[in-house]
T-cell receptor, first 115, second 110 residues
């Protein structure tokens, strides 16, 4: 069964450092997402991406965040200068289409710890 | 008011029990509804979509009440492996972005 893959599974970084989280969505999917989940809290939407551009973003996704699809398979989330409050599990997801009934397929996540 | 609200639980039930969760949503223009399952420190996985007429998948039944703006999930004959957090997900009118509730924790014990 095709799956979304994320690397690394764990990332530890110092406050102020840049991190890049990587994702390989399912190959025939066209819509890509980043969500995050702070420990004990709900899954929160960050950004969606389609046709090489951001389609929607939340208020969490400020100027410190950026996304990129550098080639035909990878989808990355960059945090330019990490803060302690960026510590969370970051999930990448993809969907075949973007409609109200579309189902998301999630990767297994990257646990980011900012020290 | 939160967009999607769930009782966090935990619901602690014996094997074989029937358990039901509710989820309320604030946007009356919401279009699509789903239940996802999340195991501890794992990714959410789609359990089932929720249709207006209600739908069933084995031991799981989902229902939608648009008038009262809630959806429900009923699990019959609970198994130990059903222990997880159940996430209510709603896609609202004007946005295709699924919004997650905080989840309801279920613990099934022997």
């Amino acid at each position: 069964e095709p799956e979304v893959t994320q690397t690394p599974s764990h990332q530890v970084t110092q406050m102020g450092q840049e991190v890049i989280l990587r994702c390989v969505p399912i190959s025939n999917h066209l819509y890509f997402y980043w969500y995050r989940q702070i420990l004990g809290q709900k899954v929160e939407f960050l950004v969606s991406f389609y046709n090489n551009e951001i389609s929607e973003k939340s208020e969490i996704f400020d100027d410190q965040f950026s996304v990129e699809r550098p080639d035909g398979s990878n989808f990355t989330l960059k945090i330019r200068s990490t803060k302690l409050e960026d510590s969370a599990m970051y999930f990448c997801a993809s969907s075949e289409d973007s409609s109200y009934n579309e189902k998301l397929f999630f990767g297994s996540g990257t646990q980011l710890s900012v020290l | 008011r939160k967009e999607v609200e769930q009782d966090p639980g935990p619901f602690n039930v014996p094997e074989g029990a029937t358990v039901a969760f509710n989820c309320t949503y604030s946007n009356s223009a919401s279009q699509s509804f789903f239940w996802y399952r999340q195991d501890c420190r794992k990714e959410p996985k789609l359990l089932m979509s929720v249709y207006s007429s209600g739908n069933e998948d084995g031991r799981f039944t989902a229902q939608l009440n648009r008038a009262s703006q809630y959806i429900s999930l009923l699990i019959r004959d609970s198994k130990l492996s059903d222990s997880a957090t159940y996430l209510c997900v709603v896609t609202s009118g004007g946005s295709y972005i699924p919004t997650f509730g905080r989840g309801t924790s279920l613990i099934v014990h022997p």
